[in-house]
C-alpha cells in the first residue's frame, strides 16, 4: 500500500459560524503501480481531496500517509521538501498552473533546483532530456508558456511533475481544459510513463469513460462522501450505488450510433450544498431509491464483492 487515509477530512470555515464539509470522511488505499480513478460531479471533493492529500491544503481530520510514513495535517516548507520528492502534481488547467512570467527551463526545472541536488547545467541537461520524453523540443526551454498549445502547456506540466522522478502523482482533470484530440495524446502519455517509472496515479476526472480506461480501480465521490469503489470495471459495468448508476447512465456514449439510440437518463436535481451537512446520507434529496430512515442515519461502507464496497443503506439492512 502505497497510500492511505483514514477518515480524512478537509473542512472549510465560510464566516458566520458556517462550515463547508468539502472533504468528509475518506477512508481510501492506493496500491503501488495502480491507477486509482476518483470520479464524482463538479463539487464532489474529489480535486480538494487530491489537494489536502500531499499537503497544499491544511487536513482538518483524519489521517493519512505515505508508504506508511504518516502524512502531517499541516505540511511545513520542510515537510513539503520532505515529501514532493516522491509526491508530485498535474494541474488541471494548464494555462493558469504555469508562471507566464518564467521560461519553460524555469518553471520544468525548478522543483530539481529547489532540492538542490544539481548543478545548474545538469537541470538544463534533464529538463532538455524532460522535454524530449514528454514530445517537445529541447529548444523550446527558453520559451514562456503563452508561446504554447493548451496541450503542450500540460506536457510542460507532467514534465515539471516527472522530472522529480515522483512515485505518486495526483492528477487532477489532467485533460479537462484540452481539445477532445489532444486528449488522448496526453492520456497515452501518462500510461507510458506510468510504466516506464513504476508510478502510483490518483487520476481524478468527471469522464467515466476515460477513467475506467486508465483506472486499475475506480472510487466515486458524492458531497465530500466516498459512496463506491471497486475494480474500475465491476464499478463501471455493475455500479451498486444509486448515485454511480445514474452517473453512469447520464454519461455520454462515445458511440454515436449508440447515443442515438440510448435513452437519456439525467441526475435529478443539483449537487446539493456541503454547508453545515447533518446526519444521513447525502444523495437522499435526489435518489429515486431513498427511504425514510437515509435522511437520518448515515450509511456504512459494505464490501458488497471482493473489493468493492458501497455505503448505501440498500446493502445494510
Ligand atoms: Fe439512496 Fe438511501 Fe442508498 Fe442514500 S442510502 S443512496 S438515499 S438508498
Not at 1 to 6: A, F, K
Not at 22 to 44: F, K, M, P, R
Not at 277 to 284: I, M, S, T
Request: charged share 20%.
Amino acid at each position: 500500500m502505497l497510500i492511505e487515509t483514514l477518515n480524512l477530512q478537509k473542512h472549510f470555515r465560510i464566516g458566520a459560524g458556517q462550515i463547508l464539509h468539502a472533504v468528509d470522511g475518506i477512508t481510501l488505499n492506493i496500491n503501488e503501480n495502480e491507477i486509482l480513478g476518483l470520479v464524482g460531479e463538479s463539487g464532489s471533493g474529489k480535486s480538494t481531496f487530491g489537494k489536502t492529500l500531499i499537503g497544499l491544503h491544511e487536513r482538518t481530520g483524519g489521517q493519512a500517509s505515505f508508504n506508511g510514513e504518516p502524512l502531517p495535517a499541516r505540511f511545513s516548507a520542510q515537510d513539503h521538501l520532505h515529501f514532493s520528492r516522491d509526491m508530485q502534481m498535474i494541474f488541471q488547467d494548464p494555462y493558469s498552473s504555469l508562471n507566464p512570467r518564467m521560461t519553460v527551463l524555469d518553471i520544468v526545472g525548478e522543483g530539481l533546483m529547489i532540492q538542490g541536488q544539481h548543478k545548474r547545467s545538469e537541470v538544463r541537461d534533464l529538463v532538455a532530456e524532460w522535454l524530449k520524453k514528454v514530445g517537445l523540443n529541447a529548444d523550446h526551454m527558453s520559451r514562456y508558456p503563452h508561446e504554447f498549445s493548451g496541450g503542450q502547456r500540460q506536457r510542460i506540466g507532467i514534465a515539471r511533475a516527472m522530472i522529480i522522478k515522483p512515485r505518486f502523482v495526483v492528477c487532477d482533470e489532467p485533460i479537462s481544459a484540452l481539445d477532445v484530440s489532444v486528449q488522448a495524446q496526453v492520456i497515452n502519455l501518462l500510461e507510458e510513463l506510468k510504466n516506464a517509472m513504476g508510478l502510483t496515479l490518483l487520476f481524478i476526472a468527471h469522464d467515466l469513460s476515460m477513467v475506467r480506461y486508465v483506472s486499475d480501480r475506480m472510487a466515486v465521490m458524492y458531497l465530500g462522501n466516498l459512496v463506491e469503489s471497486g475494480p474500475a470495471n465491476d464499478v463501471f459495468f455493475n455500479p451498486q450505488h444509486p448515485y454511480t448508476q445514474l452517473l453512469i447512465e447520464s454519461n455520454p456514449e462515445p458511440d454515436p450510433a449508440l447515443e442515438r439510440t440510448r435513452a437519456f437518463v439525467p441526475i435529478k436535481g443539483e449537487i446539493t450544498s456541503p454547508v453545515n451537512v447533518g446526519p444521513g446520507c447525502r444523495f437522499a434529496d435526489r435518489c429515486p431509491k431513498a427511504m425514510s430512515h437515509c435522511r437520518t442515519v448515515t450509511p456504512e461502507s459494505v464490501e458488497v464483492a471482493p473489493e468493492h464496497r458501497v455505503a448505501c443503506h440498500l446493502f445494510t439492512q
